[in-house]
């Protein structure tokens, strides 16, 4: 079964800085989609950025950005310029053509002023 | 026009109640799922239905069930709640045919047994 690791429980930055979460994932899989869900004290899930298995350039959405590192079956956030608005747990997921969603156990950002 | 609404947003009810919460979704997709979150925000899945198969998750007590009347609605009942059900519930649809779209959300319930 696929599974779907977040080895930082916690993690802070300081606003304006660059802070990476990590993801790894266990597959025996070549073709999948990997997701990083945010989710605020409001609770709202909400998709940060997507990354296509198939695809080897990184994915970007303004300040988020991914190291897909495909081999090493890695996917780790990058948030740069952080705001006070990016506090929230933050869940990396994974999904292979018609399986349901696999979830990590997520990781709570702090944001410093 | 929110994409995945879930009604209550909270719920408070006495052990041993029986309670419902509502799911509907207006983004056309054809799989939907409730998810349990607890305390330590761990996302676990109960169920995922589609208008073909529903799929559930071994370790959900029989006490829970979904009932969909149609594809734009997934509804949750539980019986005899117990202390441990205490958690929040989400509700999610996708279309199960793309495996790159993302899960909706929507926004939780908040269960809370007394």
Known sequence: AQTVTQSQPEMSVQEAETVTLSCTYDTSESDYYLFWYKQPPSRQMILVIRQEAYKQQNATENRFSVNFQKAAKSFSLKISDSQLGDAAMYFCAYRSPGQNFVFGPGTRLSVLP | ?114
């Open chain 2, 1 to 114: 026009d929110t994409a995945v609404s879930q009604t209550p947003k909270y719920l408070v009810t006495q052990m041993g109640n029986d309670k419902s919460i509502k799911c509907e979704q207006n983004l056309g997709h054809d799989t939907m799922y409730w998810y349990k979150q607890d305390s330590k925000k761990f996302l676990k899945i109960m169920f995922s239905y589609n208008n073909k198969e529903l799929i559930i998750n071994e370790t959900v007590p029989n006490r829970f069930s979904p009932k969909s009347p149609d594809k734009a609605h997934l509804n949750l009942h539980i019986n005899s709640l117990e202390l441990g059900d205490s958690a929040v519930y989400f509700c999610a649809s996708s279309k199960q045919g793309n495996s790159n779209q993302p899960q909706h959300f929507g926004d939780g319930t908040r269960l809370s047994i007394l």
